[in-house]
């Protein structure tokens, strides 16, 4: 199936460290979201961008939609333990079906 | 407010047999979502639908069907299962198509 290109694919830090992964894609997306999912459980969203160029912030996370519309990141600055996971952008096509694409997802590893 | 819901959280079913998973929207969210996610990849759109019809379909075979009925709670079914079936069952909610998507817990379907 269809999925972003993420990177990095996994990194292991050092807790308090910042954290910088992102997604790019060849089609253009009129929404961006950045998910975390734990283990057995389902994605929470943690931050959603709906405009080219808009840099948000949700705490220590602080993403970025791309001015191309192809491209996002995301930031996680002063890293703890409980930030390990699994995290995921998802791009919305300008389509009718209104449906998200996913990243491939980037394994985030604290060490304490 | 309650989250998404999805129930059962776990099955285990054998090559040929039907399933039938259900999801509960946020109260207020008229449009569900379902996707598949195969350990260690990303979430895959299965369906879209919005005020009980179809809006979007994935890359999946007819053996996948869905509804969604009037109180905008929806069921995923898999008829003739395989055991490329066994995956995540994700069931996001929104309050329209082009919003921002909640995911519930999943169900984890085990195929034998």
């Known amino acids: 199936g269809q999925q972003l290109n993420q990177s990095p694919q996994s990194m292991f830090i050092q807790e308090g460290e910042d954290v910088s992964m992102n997604c790019t894609s060849s089609?253009?997306?009129?929404?961006w979201l950045w998910y975390k999912q734990d283990p057995g459980e389902g994605p929470v969203l943690l931050i959603a961008?709906?405009?080219?160029?808009e840099l948000t912030s949700n705490g220590r996370l602080t993403a970025q939609f791309g001015i191309t519309r192809k491209d996002s990141f995301l930031n996680i600055s002063a890293s703890i333990p409980s930030d390990v996971g699994i995290y995921f952008c998802?791009?919305?096509?300008?389509?009718?079906?209104?449906?998200?694409?996913f990243g491939t997802g980037t394994r985030l590893k604290v060490l304490a | 407010d309650a989250g998404v819901t999805q129930s059962p959280t776990h099955l285990i079913k054998t090559r040929g047999q039907h399933v039938t998973l259900r999801c509960s929207p946020i109260?207020?969210?008229?449009?569900v979502s379902w996707y598949q996610q195969v350990l260690g990849q990303g979430p895959q759109f299965i369906f879209q639908?919005?005020?009980?019809?179809?809006?979007g379909r994935g890359n999946f075979p007819d053996r996948f069907s869905a509804r969604q009925f009037p109180n905008y709670s929806s069921e995923l079914n898999v008829n003739a299962l395989l055991l490329g079936d066994s995956a995540l069952y994700l069931c996001a909610s929104s309050f329209d198509p082009g919003e921002t998507q909640y995911f519930g817990p999943g169900t984890r379907l085990l195929v034998l």
């Open positions: 961008l709906y405009k080219a160029g």
């Open positions: 089609s253009i997306f009129n929404t």
């Open positions: 639908y919005y005020e009980k019809e179809e809006r």
């Open positions: 109260s207020g969210h008229k449009s």
């Open positions: 998802a791009g919305q096509l300008i389509s009718g079906t209104y449906k998200y694409i």
